[in-house]
């Protein structure tokens, strides 16, 4: 059973920076991708960004320019870095891995193509 452990959530001001971490255990064998969602109070858990083993990276509009999603493929750990953080980007960040092969260059933004979710981890982000 994969099980998928996040880290590095908090509480930060607005222009700040945090990085999330995930790291995968359970498996011998590496995913065919990574992602972080996340779901704010009261709204709909979004995609935030997604890495592929192709090395392909996807981002929604919303962070574009400020996260940066990467992979540490010997470790199999998932990095989110988070800069120029804003308040609306609050939310509890789950993270997300696909060990059967289920995404493509289509579908990285459907939570439905991954088989394995973390329990998440909080970001707060003050005004």
């Known amino acids: 059973q994969v099980q998928l452990v996040e880290s590095g959530g908090g509480l930060v001001q607005a222009g700040g920076s945090l990085r999330l971490s995930c790291t995968p255990s359970?498996?011998?064998?590496?995913?065919?991708?990574m992602a972080w969602f996340r779901q704010a109070p009261g709204k709909e858990r979004e995609f935030v960004a997604a890495h592929r083993w192709t090395a392909a990276t996807y981002y929604a509009d919303s962070v574009k320019g400020r996260f940066t999603i990467s992979k540490d493929n010997a470790k199999d750990t998932l990095y989110l870095q988070m800069n120029t953080l804003k308040p609306e980007d609050t939310a509890l960040y789950y993270c997300?891995?696909?060990?059967?092969?289920?995404?493509?260059?289509?579908?990285?933004?459907?939570?439905?193509?991954?088989?394995?979710w973390g329990q998440g981890t909080r970001v707060t982000v003050s005004s």
């Open positions: 997300a891995a696909d060990f059967s092969g289920l995404v493509h260059d289509s579908d990285y933004h459907d939570a439905s193509r991954y088989d394995y």
């Open positions: 359970g498996r011998t064998f590496s995913s065919f991708a």
